[in-house]
């Protein structure tokens, strides 16, 4: 197997680059074309000739088409011969693709806030233009987001010119997030960037995105009691988490409210962790008919601070033709 690699450098998104490989034929035979693989619709081969004579020397072009986003790319392909004593030659390529303003990473993703303290992250804006920067600007959108932007020092390795691979200019972005302004769901941000102090402007959007959960949270989502015969109970526990305040009882914070009567009643169990036990218990009527029961456990914080939350219950009655009566089997 003979080898050959070329490294592009620095490319941009998007950009097509080309490269001869010599290929020389030492043996004593004719070394016939016989199949091309590449690893990617990104790069074309070409060969200046399918027979490469016995001391000769072809060449194949690839031409390689740089991905539309920053990336330190690898591909490889491979040329076969006809001949058995013909080797497979593989050729490899890289580059390193790079926009003019570059992020890394290339979004935000803040996860999943505890809704209470301000959640903190950081990205890098590098420049890869062919100039200077005097600045760079960040306009969050949205009233939740604060960014603050740092320089960071070149090194000696920064030199364009002897380091092409290394970006010209570095800063760090620091982003800010009050979780507390926001309802809970999913929220996201495009924090839009921007090169000062060129003629021709260099825009670019990152994504920020994080999760703020209810205040109360309950795991599973719903009170589902599974089945029960008229005359019988059935009880199942919900995990309660008071988000933010980890350490109050929520049976001192939460008042627990239904609307399935006498049928069902709540209590408070003990704490697992962060959280704490509440068990719902459903005794069906003895004349209660056969079917789906399905009602609401809403927990409402007694100060007025957290919104309610409503947790769906389900219970589902067996009719009294499937209840088969004690002795009768």
């Known amino acids: 197997m003979l080898v050959q690699s070329h490294d592009f ?39 200046t000739a399918e027979r490469i004579a016995p001391g000769a020397t072809e060449y194949a072009e690839v031409s390689y088409t740089a991905p539309d986003s920053t990336a330190d790319d690898r591909r490889q392909l491979q040329i076969s011969f006809e001949e058995p004593g013909a080797p497979i030659l ?129 795991t599973p989502r719903e009170f589902f009691l599974g089945s029960v015969a008229p005359g019988q109970s059935t009880s199942r526990v919900l995990l309660v988490l008071l988000q933010g305040d980890k350490k109050t009882d929520p049976a001192n914070r939460l008042t627990i409210r239904h609307d399935l009567a006498d049928e069902f009643q709540v209590t408070w169990g003990v704490a697992r962790g962060e959280y704490w036990e509440l068990r719902g218990e459903f005794s069906a009527a003895s004349d209660r008919a056969g079917g789906l029961v399905e009602g609401t456990v809403s927990m409402e914080d007694k100060s007025g601070e957290l919104p309610k939350l409503d947790v769906p219950l389900k219970v589902l009655v067996e009719k009294s033709s499937d209840v088969v009566p004690i002795g009768s089997r």
Not at 107 to 119: I, T
């Open 90 to 218: 593989t050729l490899g390529i890289q580059a390193q693709v790079r926009e003019r303003l570059t992020t890394i990473p290339k979004e935000l993703l803040l996860g999943l806030s505890n809704g209470a303290q301000p959640m903190q992250a950081h990205f890098e804006i590098q420049n890869f233009d062919d100039q200077d920067w005097s600045d760079v600007a960040a306009k969050p959108q949205a009233p939740w987001l604060a960014v603050s932007i740092t320089p960071i020092r070149s090194t000696k390795d920064a030199n364009p010119d002897t380091n092409p691979g290394r970006p010209r200019q570095r800063w760090r972005v620091d982003v800010k997030v009050d979780p507390r302004q926001l309802a809970p769901g999913n929220h996201v941000d495009l924090l839009e960037l921007s090169a000062v102090g060129i003629s021709e402007p260099v825009h670019k959007s990152v994504q920020v995105s994080l999760e703020v959960p209810q205040p109360i949270r309950v």
């Open 9 to 47: 450098g620095l490319v941009r998104p998007r950009q097509v680059v080309t490269h001869r490989f010599p290929i020389r034929n030492p043996s004593r035979q004719n070394w016939t074309m016989r199949r091309i693989s590449n690893s990617c619709v990104c790069t074309v081969t070409q060969l």
